[in-house]
């Protein structure tokens, strides 16, 4: 069954949220530094990760490293504007 349009909206909108509260999380627990943290993709996923180890599947979604200044609200909204233009949507046949 195909999903619908509101089905991926309302995946998106979750998938960014789920991105940033794991980046933000992994900002904490390093003193609040998000040095080296990038917006990486791949069908059906988004993630906040470092740039200085392979990330097999993934591609860089954005060249600007995450601000490591951002409340979780902040962070939220900065995965959600850059992966806008990402094809990282899930695949009809029963992705994320």
Known sequence: MAKTVEGYSQWFIGECSRAA???????????????????YYRPG??????????HEGYE??????VPGHLTLEQLT????????????????????
């Open 60 to 65: 860089l979604g954005c060249s600007e490293r």
């Open 45 to 54: 996923e988004l993630a906040l990760l470092a740039s200085d180890v392979p």
């Open 21 to 39: 509260k794991a980046g933000h999380a992994r900002m904490m627990s390093a003193g609040g530094v998000a040095d080296g943290l990038y917006l």
């Open 77 to 96: 909204g900065w995965v959600h504007q850059r992966a806008t233009r990402l094809g990282c949507l899930p695949s009809d046949g029963g992705g994320a």
